[in-house]
C-alpha cells in the first residue's frame, strides 16, 4: 500500500509547550523506529518497537521524550516542554519485520521550537 | 557497541568518473550494513544492505558495496557518476544480537560537477 506518512510535515512551537508527532507506518509493518535528524548530521536513533514486545527506549535523550504505539498501527511521539535544542527533523521509519529488514522512511516533520 | 564512521564529510567528482564513499564500522557482533541516500528535500531511500551473505553487494542506480570484515569496513563505489547521484549518503550499522539499535553515520554529501 501507500509508504510511511508522518504529520505534521512541519511545527513551529514556543519553547516549553508541548508537541505530539504522528506517524501511519506501512500497512502490515510490525517493527517502528523513531529517528532525529539535527540540521547537517546524522540520523539519531530514539525508539524502536517490534509487535507486542517492550519498545527499546534506549535513544529517548531525557525524559521529555516519549513515544507510543497502538498494536502495529499508528505511532505518536511526545515532546514535553520543548527546548531550542529540539529542533530537528523527527523521522520514522517502519520495516515488515526486524532485526536486518529494510526501514522504510517517511518524509519526517520538521520541528522549530522558537 | 557499535559505531560507524563516514571518512569524508564531503566528496565532489566529475559527471562520468568513479564514486567512492568510504565507511567503517565497529561492532562486537556480526552485524548487518546498509547504505542510505537522502536527495534534497526527500526521504531516505536504502541504496543496499549486506546481511552475512555475499560480501559484494550490488544495489540500485548502479552502486554497490564490499564487506570486508578485516578492515573492518563497508565502502560505497559507484563506476561512472551521474549528475543525479548528487546527494547525502549514509552507512548504518546493526547488530543482529537481538537488539533493535540502528547506528547512522555522520553522512558524506556527494556533489557531482558537469
Known amino acids: 500500500g501507500a509508504g510511511v506518512s508522518q504529520s505534521p510535515s512541519n511545527k513551529v512551537t514556543e519553547k516549553g509547550k508541548d508537541v505530539e508527532l504522528r506517524c501511519d507506518p506501512i500497512s502490515g509493518h510490525t517493527a517502528l523506529y523513531w529517528y532525529r535528524q539535527r540540521l547537517g548530521q546524522g540520523l539519531e536513533f530514539l525508539i524502536y518497537f517490534q509487535g507486542n514486545s517492550a519498545p527499546d527506549k534506549s535513544g529517548l535523550p531525557s525524559d521529555r521524550f516519549s513515544a507510543e504505539r497502538t498494536g502495529e498501527s499508528v505511532s505518536t511521539l511526545t515532546i514535553q516542554r520543548t527546548q531550542q535544542e529540539d529542533s530537528a527533523v523527527y523521522l520514522c521509519?517502519?520495516?515488515?519485520?526486524?532485526?536486518?529488514?529494510?526501514?522504510?522512511f517517511g518524509p519526517g516533520t520538521r520541528l522549530t521550537v522558537l | 557497541a557499535q559505531s560507524v564512521t563516514q571518512l569524508d564529510s564531503h566528496v565532489s567528482v566529475s559527471e562520468g568518473t568513479p564514486v567512492l564513499l568510504r565507511c567503517n564500522y565497529s561492532s562486537s557482533y556480526s552485524p548487518s550494513l546498509f547504505w542510505y541516500v537522502q536527495h534534497p528535500n526527500k526521504g531516505l531511500q536504502l541504496l543496499l544492505k549486506y546481511t552475512s551473505a555475499a560480501t559484494l553487494v550490488k544495489g540500485i542506480n548502479g552502486f554497490e558495496a564490499e564487506f570486508k570484515k578485516s578492515e573492518t569496513s563497508f565502502h560505497l563505489t559507484k563506476p561512472s557518476a551521474h549528475m543525479s547521484d548528487a546527494a547525502e549518503y549514509f552507512c548504518?550499522?546493526?547488530?543482529?544480537?537481538?537488539?533493535?539499535?540502528?547506528?547512522f553515520g555522520a553522512g558524506t554529501r556527494l556533489f557531482v560537477k558537469a
Open positions: 521509519a517502519s520495516s515488515a519485520l526486524g532485526g536486518a529488514d529494510t526501514q522504510y
Open positions: 548504518v550499522v546493526r547488530d543482529n544480537t537481538g537488539g533493535f539499535k540502528t547506528i
